[in-house]
Structure formats: structure tokens, C-alpha cells
């Protein structure tokens, strides 16, 4: 994007849209990401385009259940492997996770061009991080033959991995679908989600809702994995946290 200079006071959020239209034009989005990406653009507009206070501690709560995690995994769909693939597959390796392509409108060339996008990204990943070259590179990405279901979810997203999501007792979900995050909890999973939108069902579902913008929140979790040592909280409140958020988009009102 030469035409637009980094000091461009839009420069993140037109370098975003340019990596999703990139994307949208190689053919690994739905049409209707871009609508998705809108509707969080709008949210983060509230939020000042900054990670607030209450997402600064589930990202660090979200840090603490993967870390824990007997078998973590992540789950990504199309805008999440466009906007945030080095960062993730960073995560990824320092969790030694796998990563499994979920997507809501699954075709064989959408799936087939995520997968190939991912283990190419694993290089550029490599570079940005050198220090975990060797666990990216080993980074199992799944998604390529699902054998079995996801319980009481309707259509082809339900078909995942016995090996990955299935399998998981804890799943980070960037940018998640309402249904099937609330069919994801009712496994008994711990679900962390990345979601601009605090009234979203996928936020109010989740068992950790970091309400930020993913491109600026996937570096501060991957520093938080780096970090370790963080023991989940017991007495963690979905619900109050995602009140914090909204009362924080709301201040312009006070
Ligand atoms: P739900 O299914 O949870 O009820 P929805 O149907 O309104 O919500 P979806 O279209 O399923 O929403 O998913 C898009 C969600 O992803 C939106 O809530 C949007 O705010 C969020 N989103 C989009 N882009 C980003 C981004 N870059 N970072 C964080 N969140 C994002
Ligand atoms: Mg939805």
C-alpha cells in the first residue's frame, strides 16, 4: 500500500483492510468477511482503537488457561489467518499446540487455500520470530481431514479434527461464531474468544472474552505465553469484564 504513508492516521486500520481485500481477491474469504471486519471496525472505533484495561487482563487470562491447558488448540477461521497468521502460529509454537482452519462456509478450495496460506506463512513467521523458528516450522496445522463433529451444530463447520478442536480442553477462537461457541462450551471446553463486539453471543458465551482488535492483541497474548507462570483465575467474571468494556465504549456519553 504505498499510496498511504505509516503516519497516516487510519495507516493500521486501512493496512488491515488492504491485507483482508488481498485475501478476499486469493480466495480464502467468505463474501461476507468483509462485513464481519466492518462490524468490528465499528466497535473499535469506540473503544478508541486501543487495548483497554479489562482486555489487557483477559488477554492475560487467556494467557493463563493455555498455558495450563492439558491440550490446547487454535481454531482459525479466514479473517484470523489473513489479519494475524505469524503472530498466531508464534503462539502456536511456544504453546507446541496445534493450529486447526475452521471455517463457516467451507468449500474444498477455500479450506485447500487456508491450509497452503498457513504452512507458507510459517516462514515469514520464522523470520519475525527467529527465537522459535524450529517449533514453527513443527506447528501442525489440521483441518484438511475432519473425522469427526462437533455435537448439536448444524452445517460443515461442525466437522473437526478427533486430534484438534475435538480433543482440546482449551480452544482460543479469534473472531468465533455465536453457535458454535456456545456448542464449543457445551463440550466442556474452556473457550477464549477475541471479539470487538461485548454484546456479541460469542462474548457472552465464551469462558474469556478479549474484546480488542486481533492484529493488536495477538502480540501482547503471544508476550504473555513468552512470559509463563500465570495460573488462571478461579474467580474469573466473564460477565463483569465484558460490562467494564462496554462501559468503557460508552464513556463518551459520561
Ligand atoms: P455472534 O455470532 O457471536 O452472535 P455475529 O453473528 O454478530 O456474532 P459474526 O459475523 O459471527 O458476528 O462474527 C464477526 C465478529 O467478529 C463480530 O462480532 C466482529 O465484531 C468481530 N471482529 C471482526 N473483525 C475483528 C477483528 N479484526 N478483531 C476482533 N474482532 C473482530
Ligand atoms: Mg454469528
Not at 469506540?46 to 487467556?62: F, H, K, N, V
Request: charged content about 20%; overall charge negative.
Amino acid at each position: 500500500m504505498g499510496e498511504v504513508p505509516p503516519t497516516h492516521p487510519r495507516y493500521k486500520s486501512l493496512m488491515a483492510r488492504k491485507m483482508l481485500t488481498d485475501a478476499a481477491a486469493a480466495g480464502l474469504l467468505a463474501d461476507s468477511a468483509l462485513i464481519a471486519h466492518g462490524r468490528g471496525e465499528a466497535f473499535d472505533y469506540l473503544l478508541g482503537e486501543m487495548t483497554c484495561r479489562s482486555a489487557r487482563e483477559a488477554i492475560r487470562e487467556t494467557a493463563a488457561h493455555l498455558l495450563a491447558a492439558k491440550q490446547p488448540v487454535i481454531s482459525l477461521n479466514g479473517n484470523s489467518v489473513a489479519l494475524a497468521a505469524s503472530e498466531l502460529l508464534a503462539c502456536a509454537a511456544v504453546l507446541g499446540c496445534a493450529i486447526e482452519i475452521n471455517i463457516y462456509y467451507r468449500t474444498p478450495e477455500r479450506m485447500a487455500a487456508l491450509l497452503s496460506t498457513m504452512e507458507q506463512r510459517k516462514n515469514e513467521a520464522a523470520e519475525h520470530f527467529p527465537e522459535l523458528k524450529s517449533q514453527i516450522i513443527a506447528v501442525p496445522i489440521l483441518g484438511a481431514n475432519p473425522d469427526t463433529k462437533i455435537p448439536n451444530l448444524d452445517g460443515p463447520r461442525a466437522n473437526c479434527h478427533s486430534d484438534g478442536i475435538f480433543a482440546a480442553d482449551v480452544i482460543l477462537v479469534p473472531l468465533e461464531d455465536g453457535d458454535r461457541c456456545e456448542a464449543l462450551v457445551a463440550m466442556g471446553k474452556t473457550v477464549c474468544v477475541i471479539d470487538l463486539n461485548p454484546l456479541s453471543r460469542t462474548a457472552k458465551m465464551a469462558t474469556v472474552t478479549i474484546v480488542d482488535e486481533l492484529t493488536r492483541c495477538a502480540p501482547l497474548l503471544l508476550d504473555d505465553l513468552q512470559k509463563g507462570m500465570i495460573a488462571p483465575n478461579d474467580n474469573w467474571n466473564n460477565e463483569y469484564n465484558l460490562h467494564e468494556v462496554t462501559k468503557q465504549m460508552l464513556r463518551i456519553l459520561e
